[in-house]
């Protein structure tokens, strides 16, 4: 049987378009792990230069802080204890900073420094401090014998529900958690233990309750969970107010609050912004301010006694009253023109290589190929989550989300679509590996607007969850065009690579002359 060189032909472009989606699937697939390992590992620290430390002429005084690990600020403007509290002493509305991350964050509470100069972004695993910690600087002072006998001892004690990955990275010396797999404390026992080390003669008491957190994880702020676990923090703030003895100072604050439907991570405003209230000696009652986590590490030194720390970047509580905006935290990832130049430069590139195919598509053509893919795959995401994908969404670190697996055949349909604008330009087979190409062109933009690889640390609060988001969904879709392909050439009549020329007056259409070698009636069977 004589196979007629048109037919070997299209038969080469149908295998090349299957060989190429399939590569850029699974281009697509391991760019997003590497993505994500980039973006959950530790970056280089960045580290602003020491400052000269002065000596503290007093002795050491006793601070007591409690973290409601999750609680957001409209929920703690309804607690009635804490509300006494910043009634009582200061209240600052904090900026804890991007990411939204309870290590990172808790890192710039201890340290000073904010999370884009330590490199800890996404990091959720137990670390060692990348400068100095308060308790360190306790145990420092210990070892000087810097307080005197009369004083509270030069001690910093950590009491945490669960998660000793987290208190256990910022050097505190005695550090009661349970291990790893094990059941949180019980909140009876939470509520005695706490009790004792305040009444101990430790410098620096920090009691860490994440129940808060863990249901905003699964139900989110808005569910009646949430409130209930917000009371029975707010109960441990009235009990530890109440055993505040004079000359103590007790400090409440959050770390990050939960999105309604839950999750945390991002930068929107209902998360990067908690309540602080702190008591005690030298804070005026009623005084009101806004700050940034830096400060509360510089206020808990003060109220302590310590000198600050050489790197904090903290300032003195007065000038965080006094200023009625607070500084910016530094930018975390590539700047803006760096993103949008890369964002329009790779797409002008995608236009012009599509323009040089100008014989089959034309301008149309080459608009039909830009990056629609990835605009429908954000699009069905926004309708579905209310929004673009934001690194507080779940789905954004599975390898497969079910809760994604609707939308695939959503946007199945929107690049169907484009493939049968473009197949009635420059034909099946360039089509479909435009699409392919497309998907791959648009993932590479966010990639590469993201920061990855480009940039240390790699991480954008949108952007980098759509590359997250378009990279998951495109390497199925891809998957899916194969088939569609196949479809589409087995239907199709013939295997165009260009829209045919117009007839030779030779072979006018439809003529019987004996150099035309197309039958008369093409047949599928």
Not at 35 to 52: D, I, N, T, Y
Not at 383 to 398: A, D, F
Request: glycine share 10%.
């Amino acid at each position: 049987m004589k196979v007629s060189p048109a037919r070997l032909q299209g038969v080469a472009w149908l295998v090349a378009a299957l060989v190429l989606v399939a590569a850029l699937g699974l281009a697509l697939s391991r760019s997003r792990r590497s993505l994500l390992r980039a973006v959950l590992s530790p970056g280089e620290p960045r580290l602003p230069a020491p400052r000269a430390r002065p000596v503290s002429a007093r002795p050491l005084a006793k601070v007591r802080v409690l973290l409601l690990d999750g609680l957001g600020r409209a929920q703690a403007d309804k607690l009635p204890a804490l509300r006494a509290l910043c009634a009582a002493g200061v209240s600052l509305d904090i900026d804890v900073g991007f990411p939204t991350v309870s290590l990172p964050v808790q890192h710039a509470l201890w340290t000073g420094l904010w999370q884009a100069q330590s490199g800890l972004l996404f990091v959720t695993r137990r670390v060692q401090a990348r400068a100095p910690t308060i308790p360190a600087a306790l145990a420092a002072a210990a070892s000087r014998a810097a307080a005197s006998d009369a004083g509270p001892a030069a001690k910093a004690i950590a009491i945490a529900e669960s998660h000793c990955e987290i208190a256990g990275s910022f050097g505190f010396v005695d550090l009661q958690c349970p291990p790893r797999g094990e059941p949180p404390i019980a909140p009876r026992v939470m509520l005695r233990d706490s009790l004792a080390a305040v009444g101990s003669s430790a410098a620096l008491v920090f009691v860490h309750l994440l129940a808060i957190d863990a249901v905003g994880h699964r139900v989110g702020s808005s569910s009646p969970a949430y409130a209930r676990q917000a009371e029975r923090g707010d109960a441990l703030v009235a009990a530890l107010s109440k055993a505040r003895g004079a000359g103590e100072t007790l400090l409440v604050l959050s770390d990050h609050g939960h999105l309604p439907g839950g999750g945390h991570g991002g930068d929107e405003p209902s998360i990067r912004h908690v309540r602080c209230c702190a008591a005690g000696p030298g804070l005026s009652a009623g005084a009101r301010g806004r700050g940034n986590m830096v400060d509360v590490n510089r206020l808990i030194s003060d109220q302590l006694g310590l000198a600050p720390l050489a790197r904090s970047q903290g300032r003195p509580l007065a000038k965080v009253l006094s200023d009625a905006t607070p500084p910016a935290p530094p930018a975390v990832g590539p700047p803006l023109w760096a993103r949008a130049g890369a964002f329009a430069a790779l797409l002008v590139l995608v236009a012009l290589v599509v323009l040089a195919w100008r014989r089959g598509g034309g301008v149309v053509g080459a608009l039909l190929a830009l990056p629609w893919g990835v605009a429908a795959i954000l699009i069905a995401y926004a309708v579905r989550r209310g929004g673009l994908p934001s690194l507080s969404h779940s789905e954004v670190y599975p390898t497969f989300h079910a809760g994604l697996r609707p939308m695939l055949y959503v946007v199945l349909v929107a690049l169907l679509l484009q493939l049968w604008l473009l197949a009635r330009h420059v034909g099946h087979l360039l089509a479909g590996a435009l699409v392919a190409a497309s998907l791959a062109a648009g993932a590479a933009v966010l990639l590469g607007a993201s920061g990855w690889p480009l940039f240390r640390p790699p991480v954008e609060a949108t952007i980098t969850a759509c590359a997250s988001v378009v990279c998951e969904l495109g390497a199925p879709l891809l998957g899916l065009l194969v088939p569609a392909l196949i479809v589409a050439n087995v239907f199709a009549r013939r295997v165009p690579i260009a829209p045919s020329k117009a007839p030779s007056a030779a072979h006018p259409r439809g003529g019987s002359g004996a150099g035309t070698d197309a039958p008369a009636a093409p047949s599928d069977a």
